[in-house]
């Protein structure tokens, strides 16, 4: 670890140990000052090996250091993202005015956003502290009456192109993947500041709850957070509905078997079965995305 960072590191905090690859899961470093930095992988969003072209333009880290920046926040100021043997790893950037360390988006190489200020990190905390609760406050109209309906916007245009793709030349195509790629990075955007307006709620609700109850329930405070109104229990109850459909209805239960495929086809073979694949599924998948069997929504 290099000698300014063992520095800044508290007592009891060491490193304790470091692996940087082997025969066996080899790591190309591009530079000493990468191998320093805390890589995680990341088995939360992404937990199986990725694409090239997903790594390059489909990450959640590509709008990080808008994030770090809209909020304000003195812990880091840039994520990048590290893809080793087809997996993703990803490391915060703290906000150190002498760190260099290169990233790679949209494969291009760019230097990791840090503050010139070295007053950074131990000043800019108090416009978090300041702005934070606005969102807790106000997101939830914010949400309602204009970033879903933005949204909604995006996606049905999407749609609507996609929808004539057999018509639409390679340029034509092209132009609406950077459409989406433009939507996708605006999505997250919105994705983050849904983020930093519930921890400001709920740092809100745990400063309640303790000053009227004397201590922190934490069972109670995650009930308190539940809503009725989300968008994955809209899609599980969607699902479960459409099981009982299948449950109940015997032309289609004859076509469900064990290979995804076969059912498809079993479905597609009757006027029942393609009934049930347009009103159900079909407007299923319009609103709620093509999920693969390990896929994760957020927000």
Sequence with gaps: MPERQAETIPPGEEVLGQFLGDEAFPVTWAS????????????????????PMFFDIGGW???????????????????LAKNVNGYVYTTAIPADPDLRVEGTEYSSRYGARVPRDRDYAATIGSYLDLTL???????ADWWRDRLRP??????AYLEDRLDDADDLSLAELATVLEDAIDIHDRHWKIHWMLN????????NLRAVMERMRGSIDEALLGRLQNSASDRNWDSIEALWRMKNEVRDDPALRAAVGDDGA???????????G???IRERIEPYQREFGWHAVWSRSST
């Design 150 to 155: 933005e949204m909604e916007r995006n996606f």
């Design 61 to 79: 880290w590509l709008s990080c250091d808008h994030m770090f920046r809209r909020f304000g926040t003195p812990f880091a100021v840039d994520w």
């Design 133 to 139: 609760p606005v969102y807790g406050e106000h997101f």
């Design 32 to 51: 000493e000052v990468e191998k320093q930095l805390f890589w995680v992988y990341d088995d939360l969003h992404i937990p199986h090996p990725v694409s």
């Design 274 to 276: 393609r009934r049930f």
């Design 262 to 272: 076969g059912v498809a086809a079993a479905l597609r073979s009757s006027d029942r």
């Design 196 to 203: 930093f307006a519930q921890l400001s709620a709920t740092l």
